[in-house]
């Protein structure tokens, strides 16, 4: 059974820092492309980055340069470095196992986590 689960969310000023992990199991996880995604309040959920298995990334719209994604495959996880946090990148960021560069939330399509929580003040 696949599972991911997501850690390291929290509440942050704006200009701050948080470090996302993502625990995978149940799955070869170097051989696997993903991805983070969020859920804001009043808004579809969007693409914050993709990682192919072979290490190549995309960019989500609205969050080029600021976030980093990485992944340790000898720990089977996923991390994403959020820098610069503004109040709009406020929601439930989730972890999931879906082609590179996949910019829909559809949940009928590869696995998903269960979110962390990113909020930040102004």
């Known amino acids: 059974e696949v599972q991911l689960v997501e850690s390291g969310g929290g509440s942050v000023q704006a200009g701050g820092s948080l470090r996302l992990s993502c625990k995978g199991s149940g799955f070869t996880f170097d051989k696997h492309d993903m991805g983070w995604y969020r859920q804001a309040p009043g808004k579809e959920c969007e693409l914050v980055i993709s990682m192919s298995s072979d290490g190549r990334t995309y960019d989500g719209d609205s969050v080029k340069g600021r976030f980093t994604i990485s992944k340790d495959n000898a720990k089977n996880t996923l991390y994403l470095q959020l820098n610069s946090l503004k109040p709009e990148d406020t929601g439930v960021y989730y972890c999931?196992?879906?082609?590179?560069?996949?910019?829909?939330?559809?949940?009928?399509?590869?696995?998903w986590g269960q979110g962390t929580q990113v909020t930040v003040s102004s």
């Open positions: 999931a196992v879906v082609s590179f560069g996949y910019e829909g939330c559809s949940r009928d399509f590869g696995y």
